[in-house]
């Protein structure tokens, strides 16, 4: 199977943008109408729900049905055989944490078309992490990367520069080139956090990227909607935030790291709960959303361990890694 007889279908990790759709009958305002709700490309348009399409400003019920009608002619939906998703499978990318010990856990690193979560305590490495994968992600593939930019948000307001310059040196890379391939927001509240994922299609369409991080992924939510009046409605926004995420992997063939935030379990009884009675905020919504689920916590000394919870691809397991100048390093560069 090449690509070309993969390239139609939906999650084979192509980018068919909404443009295409001018060629099937179209217009171009309803084409601008669609970019300006966040939607850009053909497999965006056949995920979203005519329901929700309906919502857009300017799209009757008519025109809604027209788009999608375009949309499956352009892209295939329906049933193939394992063997071709298998194909659309050697697409994925392995990006490189900076550990060896923590890449072989992973079987090469962080994946594309995927979405990986990491939760964990303060001072686990969470944040380095994701400095790390920043600067990783830009490597050449012979080296770990994904010879990809990278899109940022920023919910904590954890986010440091001089620290990208500092794992780029490790790498021999310049930091300023590093730093420009990097886009880069800081997210005011969920609502804000929401509308910069909706607007990552545009950035997404240009090509080039690799890799999104959003650390960490339930800050503003816990802040906007407190207490358990508010969590039905909390969970819903999440569940839909995380959607978008997960659709942008598969459509444009990148990495989504979230990192989370942990609280007390003192029965220790919930889903994925760790051996301390801490565990991952989010709930449901959010351990179903990743499809890798990775608990970071303080090992001996300076050590940290880093543990597989949940993966469709790897076994249980668990690496030990610290921390330096130069981000997410082996045990060995203590």
Same mark, same amino acid.
């Given at each position: ?61 008519t025109k809604v049905e027209k788009i999608k009608e375009a949309a499956n002619k352009i ?54 992490? +994701?400095?790390? %994968?920043?600067?990783? $992600?830009?490597?050449? !593939?012979?080296? *770990? =990367?994904?010879?990809?930019?990278? &899109? ?25 080139t590093c730093l420009n391939n990097i886009s880069y927001v800081r997210a005011l509240n969920?609502e804000h956090q929401n509308e910069l994922v909706e607007q990552l299609g545009q950035y ?63 029965? +220790?009884?919930? %889903?994925?709960?760790? $051996?301390?009675?801490? !565990?991952?905020? *989010? =709930?449901?919504?959010?351990?179903? &959303? ?45």
């Amino acid at each position: 199977m090449n690509n070309e007889e993969t390239d139609g279908l939906i999650g084979a990790g192509n980018i068919i943008l909404i443009d295409e759709l001018q060629d099937h009958g179209i217009n171009a305002s309803d084409i601008t109408k669609l970019k300006a709700a966040g939607v850009y490309s053909i497999s965006t348009v056949l995920a979203t729900t005519r329901r929700n399409l309906c919502k857009i400003r300017g799209l009757s019920e008519t025109k809604v049905e027209k788009i999608k009608e375009a949309a499956n002619k352009i892209m295939k939906t329906g049933f193939i055989p394992a063997s071709i998703q298998a194909d659309i499978r050697k697409r994925v990318i392995k990006i490189s944490t900076g550990c060896k010990a923590f890449d072989e856990m992973l079987g090469g690193g962080i994946s594309t078309m995927s979405t990986t979560e990491v939760f964990g305590e303060f001072r686990t490495g969470k944040t380095q992490l +994701a400095h790390t %994968l920043c600067v990783t $992600a830009q490597l050449p !593939k012979e080296m *770990g =990367g994904a010879e990809g930019k990278v &899109a940022y948000i920023d919910t904590e307001g954890t986010f440091r520069p001089e620290r990208i310059r500092e794992i780029a040196a490790r790498f021999d890379i310049d930091g300023d080139t590093c730093l420009n391939n990097i886009s880069y927001v800081r997210a005011l509240n969920s609502e804000h956090q929401n509308e910069l994922v909706e607007q990552l299609g545009q950035y997404l369409s240009e090509g080039g990227y690799k890799l999104i991080i959003v650390d960490s992924i339930i800050a503003l939510f816990r802040v906007d909607y407190s207490g358990r009046g508010e969590l039905g409605e909390r969970q819903q926004k999440l569940n839909q935030h995380l959607s978008r995420l997960g659709r942008l992997s598969e459509d444009f063939n990148l990495a989504v790291l979230l990192t989370n935030q942990v609280q007390s379990d003192p029965g +220790a009884s919930a %889903l994925f709960a760790s $051996a301390d009675g801490r !565990k991952p905020v *989010g =709930g449901h919504i959010l351990a179903h &959303a990743s499809q890798t689920r990775i608990l970071l916590r303080k090992g001996r000394g300076e050590e940290r361990v880093a543990k597989i919870q949940d993966s469709p691809d790897c076994k249980e397991n668990e690496c030990t890694y610290c921390l330096g100048a130069g981000g997410i390093l082996d045990s060995s560069g203590i």
